[in-house]
């Protein structure tokens, strides 16, 4: 099976900070994805990639930045943490060939920012 | 541009009784659809999707969808509701170039005993 962990499942941090979300996939697939998911409002795609090194934006990109060194590992970094950025992060991953592919979810990060 | 609608934010049905939860798309080409479900603080678990071939695909924990073209949905359906099947549900697209699901906002269900 297919397995998506993501370093925290609840995370606080202050107005400012910088923040690393961190996710790994163990099954080597080519592309990642970092959501966010807040009520009445689904999940949104913030940022993904398709290779080692490669990103593109998503629909809300602002505020957040990524990176991936290793092809299993995809961080999201808030640069400078906003109260507006508190929400649930959800990342997923999958094969190279997408089109009839679901994508994998981790577990979520819960993220206050006070 | 791609799109999904859930157009209810929340179903209630009593246990035992049917359910059906819609879903609609707007897509170029052959659309890629998906249901997901989520759990109280916990991340989305696939159900089931549709690909080509029958419109009506089954998946897991008896759950099955209804892909109509000409409607240009894909309502999730079960012919018997558990209250364990209480969570948010979410239906998803990608089109044949897309890489990333776009997704729905979400539909709670509610079972009650």
């Known amino acids: 099976d297919v397995k998506v962990t993501q370093s925290s499942r609840y995370l606080v941090k202050r107005t400012g900070e910088k923040v690393f979300l961190e996710c790994v996939q163990d099954m080597d697939h080519e592309n990642m994805f970092w959501y966010r998911q807040d009520p009445g409002l689904g999940l949104r795609l913030i940022y993904f990639?398709?290779?080692?090194?490669?990103?593109e934006k998503g629909d809300i990109p602002e505020g957040y930045s990524v990176s991936r060194e290793k092809k299993e590992r995809f961080s999201l970094i808030l640069e400078s943490a906003s109260t507006n950025q508190t929400s649930m992060y959800l990342c997923?991953?999958?094969?190279?060939?997408?089109?009839?592919?679901?994508?994998?979810f981790g577990p979520g990060t819960r993220l206050t920012v006070t | 541009a791609q799109s999904v609608a859930q157009p209810e934010d929340q179903v209630n049905v009593a246990e035992g009784n049917p359910l059906t939860v819609k879903c609609t798309y707007s897509v170029s080409g052959n659309p890629y659809l998906f249901w997901y479900v989520q759990y109280p603080n916990r991340g989305l678990q696939f159900l089931l999707k549709?690909?080509?071939?029958?419109?009506l695909v089954k998946g897991s924990y008896g759950f099955e969808a209804e892909f109509n073209k000409s409607q240009t949905s894909f309502h999730l359906k079960k012919p018997s509701a558990l209250v364990s099947d209480s969570a948010l549900y979410f239906c998803?697209?990608?089109?044949?170039?897309?890489?990333?699901?776009?997704f729905g906002k979400g539909t709670t269900l509610s079972v009650s005993s």
């Open positions: 990639s398709y290779d080692v090194k490669m990103k």
């Open positions: 549709y690909i080509t071939g029958d419109n």
């Open positions: 997923a991953s999958t094969p190279a060939q997408t089109t009839g592919s679901e994508q994998y």
């Open positions: 998803a697209v990608r089109d044949q170039a897309g890489t990333a699901l776009i």
